[in-house]
Every structure is written in structure tokens, then in C-alpha cells.
């Protein structure tokens, strides 16, 4: 059984920065792109970040590009996503996903393509 548990949100002030983890556990991940995504009160859930696990090809929402990083630590079986300078509207609820068909399809950034989702961790950055 597959589960992904999220951590590392909180409350920070723009320009600040939080770096929030991961861990996978259940099945050996090799094969699987781990994806981020966020959803905003009244918006729909919208990509943030993938990478691959094997490999670590990784890919990024144009609005996080050059602030966020991907990454993740085999050994651990985390990814984790850290987050720079960063702005009121990256406030969202992020979520963990798993896609195990990365192998054949590569990084999506649809969130249909993941079959695996972690709980939320809420990110608030004030102004």
C-alpha cells in the first residue's frame, strides 16, 4: 500500500522561504515520477514541480521557476520541494503525488496522471 505523508508547511512572510518533505513508503519507487502540486481556496489543483526517481529529471510550473527546487534522497525514500522567495500566491495547500507510468510517459503535469496523493500540507505567505 502505497502512502505519502507531507510535512513542512507553515506560515511564512514573502520573501521567506520552507522547504517541505515527502516520504514515500510502500512500494519501491524506481520507476515513478513524484510530482507537487498545490490547490488555492477556489482554485483548481495546479502543478508545482516533478521529478523523476530514477534519474532525477525534473520538471517546473513556469511560476516557480528559479524560486523552487525538486529533489529527492533515494535512501530516505523522500522528495522533498524547496521553496525561495516566496510571494502571497504560492499560499495553497501542496500536495505529494506518485505517478507509476513515469517510465512510459515521462513527467506529467496533469494531476490525472497521478495515482497517489499524500494528505495536504498547508503553505501561508503573508504579505
Known amino acids: 500500500q502505497v502512502q505519502l505523508v507531507e510535512s513542512g508547511g507553515g506560515l511564512v512572510q514573502a520573501g521567506g522561504s520552507l522547504r517541505l518533505s515527502c516520504a514515500a513508503s510502500?512500494?519501491?519507487?524506481?520507476?515513478?515520477?513524484m510530482g507537487w502540486f498545490r490547490q488555492a481556496p477556489g482554485k483548481e489543483r495546479e502543478f508545482v514541480a516533478a521529478i523523476r526517481w530514477s534519474g532525477g529529471s525534473t520538471s517546473y510550473a513556469d511560476s516557480v521557476k528559479g524560486r523552487f527546487t525538486v529533489s529527492r534522497d533515494s535512501a530516505k525514500n523522500t522528495v522533498y520541494l524547496q521553496m525561495n522567495n516566496l510571494k502571497p500566491e504560492d499560499t495553497a495547500v501542496y500536495y505529494c503525488a506518485a505517478d507509476q507510468f513515469a517510465r512510459a510517459f515521462g513527467i506529467r503535469d496533469n494531476a490525472a496522471a497521478y495515482e497517489y496523493w499524500g494528505q495536504g500540507t498547508q503553505v501561508t505567505v503573508s504579505s
Open positions: 510502500g512500494r519501491t519507487f524506481s520507476s515513478y515520477a
